[in-house]
């Protein structure tokens, strides 16, 4: 691939976030703790969400332009729900300057490489990144500037990724606090189809399966359980539709496991029950072990 002009990272001056929400107030936020003396400049399209941005003082400036709010940035990224991806690259492909690199915190990859592939010019760069960050809240009031503090931050990449950009992603991920690992776009969409697409259409499905007045009962353990079904509908279904295969392989999977311990249930194999419950409590303790020794939680 031929290079063309890359900033570095002391040349990031100007940074657009494309979306003011919970991760995108969150990373205007992060940019300008870590990146004193770069222009913060934020596009929302809703009046109501840019009013409450200027309120909160979220960027160093606040626009209702998309094309006003990408010309001349250094760094672009996307913050909206999946869905509006593509139509938002083709409506800045001719206003980026050279070297412009642009990014996402999109929770699916594939198509995103692909609609950017297809839109964007060759002097304009663009690496896919999903900071594993966030909650079932939504808004910009819930934004905070530490919310990238210790968590992965995933970069996806292709063989006709720029290496230059990538590695000043790299550099400013990590200086909003977050871990980096690195792994292609299919490889992205397969692993959190299994660990953060599944575990949303389980809580889903849990609370679906309930009669509302019965809900009243509940314990910690079920709010434990369904809290992320309060994510917001649109944002989701953005992400299951983008990545269908793997999530209904996903689903396939948990209703095979719910399967057997429904036949041992059946069957009264209390042998068969107590492996199944050990099994999924041992490796739950493996993964809370590595993610204390990782800090990616604190104990």
Same mark, same amino acid.
């Given at each position: 691939?031929?290079?063309?002009?890359?900033?570095?990272?002391?040349?990031?001056?100007?940074?657009?976030?494309?979306?003011?929400?919970?991760?995108?107030?969150?990373?205007?936020?992060?940019?300008?703790?870590?990146?004193?003396?770069?222009?913060?400049?934020?596009?929302?399209?809703?009046?109501?969400?840019?009013?409450?941005?200027?309120?909160?003082?979220?960027?160093?400036?606040?626009?209702?332009?998309?094309?006003?709010?990408?010309?001349?940035?250094?760094?672009?990224?996307?913050?909206?729900?999946?869905?509006?991806?593509?139509?938002?690259?083709?409506?800045?492909?001719?206003?980026?300057?050279?070297?412009?690199?642009?990014?996402?915190?999109?929770?699916?990859?594939?198509?995103?490489?692909?609609?950017?592939?297809?839109?964007?010019?060759?002097?304009?760069?663009?690496?896919? &990144?999903?900071?594993?960050?966030?909650?079932?809240?939504?808004?910009?009031?819930?934004?905070?500037?530490?919310?990238?503090?210790?968590?992965?931050?995933?970069?996806?990449?292709?063989?006709?990724?720029?290496?230059?950009?990538?590695?000043?992603?790299?550099?400013?991920? &990590?200086?909003?606090?977050?871990?980096?690992? &690195?792994?292609?776009?299919?490889?992205?969409?397969?692993?959190?189809?299994?660990?953060?697409?599944?575990?949303?259409?389980?809580?889903?499905?849990?609370?679906?399966?309930?009669?509302?007045?019965?809900?009243?009962?509940?314990?910690?353990?079920?709010?434990?359980?369904?809290?992320?079904?309060?994510?917001?509908?649109?944002?989701?279904?953005?992400?299951?539709?983008?990545?269908?295969?793997?999530?209904?392989?996903?689903?396939?999977?948990?209703?095979?496991?719910?399967?057997?311990?429904?036949?041992?249930?059946?069957?009264?194999?209390?042998?068969?029950?107590?492996?199944?419950?050990?099994?999924?409590?041992?490796?739950?303790?493996?993964?809370?072990?590595?993610?204390?020794?990782?800090?990616?939680?604190?104990?």
């Amino acid at each position: 691939m031929r290079f063309h002009k890359v900033f570095a990272m002391k040349d990031l001056k100007r940074i657009t976030v494309v979306g003011l929400g919970l991760l995108g107030g969150s990373i205007s936020l992060a940019v300008l703790r870590s990146f004193p003396r770069a222009k913060v400049v934020g596009y929302a399209h809703r009046a109501s969400t840019r009013a409450l941005a200027r309120e909160l003082a979220v960027a160093t400036e606040v626009t209702g332009s998309l094309v006003a709010a990408v010309a001349d940035s250094n760094l672009v990224i996307l913050g909206t729900p999946i869905g509006v991806f593509e139509t938002i690259f083709d409506e800045i492909a001719d206003v980026l300057p050279d070297g412009c690199i642009v990014t996402d915190v999109g929770s699916t990859k594939v198509l995103p490489h692909r609609w950017a592939a297809g839109a964007l010019p060759n002097q304009v760069h663009y690496v896919g &990144s999903h900071p594993i960050a966030g909650s079932e809240q939504r808004g910009i009031e819930f934004a905070r500037d530490d919310l990238f503090d210790r968590a992965i931050c995933v970069l996806t990449t292709t063989k006709k990724s720029n290496e230059q950009a990538v590695q000043i992603l790299t550099g400013f991920w &990590s200086e909003l606090g977050c871990i980096l690992q &690195s792994m292609t776009p299919a490889e992205h969409d397969r692993i959190f189809a299994n660990v953060s697409h599944l575990p949303h259409i389980t809580a889903v499905a849990l609370t679906n399966a309930n009669k509302g007045e019965d809900l009243k009962f509940c314990g910690k353990g079920f709010m434990d359980a369904s809290r992320i079904a309060s994510s917001p509908a649109n944002i989701w279904a953005d992400v299951l539709l983008t990545n269908a295969k793997n999530a209904t392989k996903g689903i396939d999977k948990v209703i095979a496991e719910l399967g057997r311990l429904r036949k041992a249930i059946e069957k009264g194999e209390r042998k068969q029950i107590e492996a199944l419950l050990e099994k999924a409590r041992a490796r739950r303790a493996e993964l809370i072990e590595h993610k204390l020794k990782n800090k990616e939680i604190l104990s």
